[in-house]
């Protein structure tokens, strides 16, 4: 059973910069496919960024070019860097994993079998 325990959120300015960090009990880390998604009040879950099976990565079209996702594969890590951000950001950000899942599913969020219990991300002036 994997455990996902996200940090790094808070309060940012619009244009500011933030990056969170997500710390995976699984061993080894290398096969699984990570992911961030995040949901806003009101709103459904949204695909952010995911690193599929330590290959490619991935980004949902509202954040391409602004956010990075990374793995440590060596400490278990998934990290996003957010520039650039926006009211529009704010939600809470959860990091997911799933070691079968396949390409075609990875902006899913049903098809992941594990979730952190999220970090909250406010874009405010």
């Known amino acids: 059973q994997a455990q996902l325990v996200e940090s790094g959120g808070g309060l940012v300015l619009p244009g500011g910069s933030l990056r969170l960090s997500c710390a995976a009990s699984?061993?080894?880390?290398?096969?699984?496919?990570v992911a961030w998604f995040r949901q806003a009040p009101g709103k459904e879950r949204e695909f952010v960024a995911a690193s599929f099976r330590s290959t490619n990565t991935y980004y949902g079209d509202s954040v391409k070019g602004r956010f990075t996702i990374s793995r440590d594969n060596a400490k278990n890590t998934l990290d996003l860097q957010m520039n650039d951000l926006k009211p529009e950001d704010t939600a809470v950000y959860y990091c997911?994993?799933?070691?079968?899942?396949?390409?075609?599913?990875?902006?899913?969020?049903?098809?992941?079998?594990?979730w952190g219990r999220g970090t909250q991300v406010t874009v405010s002036s």
């Open positions: 997911a994993a799933d070691r079968g899942l396949i390409l075609s599913s990875v902006r899913r969020s049903d098809q992941y079998d594990y």
């Open positions: 699984v061993s080894p880390f290398r096969p699984y496919t």
